[in-house]
């Protein structure tokens, strides 16, 4: 009846394996290009006889392969808790003005700081870092805070999708503005942190970036049955004995979490959120959520090292910026995902 | 058996301060269908969704086994009441099999898997509404009649004693509707189940239904059995509208034209009646011809060419069709057309 290849038992495991593949290209590929081997005894911690090798793996490419791993989960599943919230294919992580607010924090911090105190926070190292990754999850918060106040007392899922997209509006003209007064040097730094990075961070953050990515994803498990029935709408929802504003309270909190974590580490990524859940959709044919988040866990860590693998292809010597690179890959799987439904639905 | 399952009691309906419907008073027993009918804009979706408890009363009671619909929770209401909603839910990907799964949800648990008796209960109401055969399509893939009783199999599989259903057959063509009309029959004398709906489907409504709910504008809302209701003549006074009467003998609505001529007519039968139909469409009233009527109509139905037309008493015109026929009498019709008042209505 299904074809062989929309089998669960078939492509469960199938995108595991890609995953593991691809986890296993970050670490060998790359301006240096490290066997296999060598590659399993050193994260192995059986160490090598060539100290560089060890040096790039430990330093640089096991922290950006175990980053990618987690914020692509972490984006795929808030990706598609928001489009199954919002009942829209195009929502994604960014729809509630979270990554917004974020920028807004890390804004204040890059732009503002130069001005009042007249340094650059980039020239602070490990200081600097703390005190973006503060800021940022500093605005996330307060713009979660703030739609989850709202979302309770307005309740009602359109208008809550609407206060979040205005809201990054508003966070997007304030940064406009600190932009213009900023001194050149502040810009350029608020702009690179806004392309979006893996290799921000040493092995031991990487580890726990990887803890406080995946284990919420993992908890979204438990939304699964709730995200079943909101998909139905609200009034089916509810009359299947869900209660609605205690769902979508939960739904938001989890995905605007991830988000905001994901954004203070990382800068914000885009497109991943957005086109992994329609990846997820594919992959398994069926509409429940327990599946579902499967499948965005797998799949979103796999597209996140995917394009980690592109942005620093063999042969060139410096990386793309990772938002350039999502954008390729994700466009044209929301595009494909957009005109396939066009024809089912007519 | 025959117990009362839901009060409504002297219940005003509408949204914030605004009252679109009072004074409504009306049961459903145990195992009926009962339809709700009633003009657009007489609050017929806003009292389904009052009794679903999607919307808040304005004022009396509605009793679901003796407990009151708005102190429920949603939980304990997912078992009294099942719903189907006019709304075109697009779920991505779901199937039918899932969809009706869904309807368990009540009584699964907080990862909402169904065990092995909840898949019976799912495969039995995907059967009981023929929907089985595609329970693995996907339900963006379904018919408008199909997609209905995948939503039907999902109430039923929801296992309450109440099933509402808010215009069920409103997208669908006549066999569907009619299909659907006789599921809902059929699960309330099989299952025990009640069954509200609402329609304007009314000669299915009197042909099917164990109980009518009519809505007046602004209430009360008249009830009881089809046979009841015609006998007091309810509809008459409910669908007062111009050019339009209600036939008690067949329930059926009549179209009445506004005839603005008289032509007279001989003859009889199935033929004669199309003739009839045909014209009176036109705004012409056929009446009996008197023996001097020398300009008239005749049906013949024996004849190879019923129709025929006289003037002076010679037959000018023989027609099989009725159109080329009609189109003839009214280029002619001033010939032909007959002044008194005193004349009989053929039948």
Known sequence: MIPIFQRKSVLIPLSLGILLILTALNLAMGSVNIPIAGVVDIVTGKGSSNVIWENILLRTR?????????????????????????????????????????????????????????????????????????????????VLALILFISHKIGGTLSVLIIGVMIGYLSNSVVGVLKFYSMEEDVHNYVIWGLGSFSRMSVDRAYLFAMITIVPSLLALFLSKSLNLMALGDRYASNLGLKIKRARLLIILCAGTLTAIVTAFCGPIIFIGMAVPHLAKLVSRTSNHL?????????????????????????????????????FIGAPVVISVIWKKRKENF | MNKNLLHIRNLSIGYGSKIVAGNLSAIIPSGELICLLGSNGTGKSTLMRSICGFQPVLGGLILIDNQE?????????????????????????????????YGRSPYTGMLGRLNAADKIIVARAMEQCGIAHKKDSLLTSLSDGERQKAFIAKALAQDTPLIILDEPTAFLDLPARVEIMQLLRDIANTSGKSILMSTHDLDLALQLSDRLWLLQNGGPLITGSPEDLLLKNAFQKMFQHKGVVFDNKTGLFKVMHTQHSQVAVKGHGFEYVLLRRALSRKGVRLVKANPDDSNRLEVNKDA????????????????????????????????????????????
């Open chain 2, 69 to 101: 619909v708005h102190q429920l929770n949603e939980k304990e209401l997912s078992k009294q009441i099942a719903v189907v909603l006019t709304d075109r839910v697009v779920v991505p990907n779901a199937n039918v099999q899932e969809l009706v799964g």
């Open chain 2, 304 to 347: 190879p060419k019923p129709f025929s037309l006289y003037v002076d008493d010679q037959c000018i015109q023989s027609e099989d069709s009725v159109e080329v026929f009609v189109n003839r009498v009214l280029a002619a019709k001033s010939l032909l057309e007959v002044q008194s008042e005193s004349r009989v209505l053929s039948e």
């Open chain 1, 62 to 142: 096991l922290p950006q392969t175990i980053v990618a791993l987690g914020a692509g989960m972490a984006l795929g599943v808030a990706g598609l808790l928001m489009q199954t919230l919002f009942r829209n294919p195009l929502a994604g992580p960014s729809v509630l003005g979270i990554s917004s607010g974020s920028s807004l924090g890390v804004g204040f911090v890059l732009l503002v700081a130069g001005q009042v105190w007249g340094f650059s926070f980039s020239r602070l190292g490990i200081w600097g870092d703390l005190a973006i990754i503060t800021a940022s999850l500093g605005g996330a918060f307060a």
């Open chain 1, 291 to 327: 599946y579902l988040i499967c499948n965005a866990c797998i799949l979103g860590a796999a597209t996140a090292l995917l394009c980690n693998l592109l942005a620093r292809l063999p042969g060139m010597e410096s990386e793309l910026p990772i938002n350039s690179v999502t954008a």
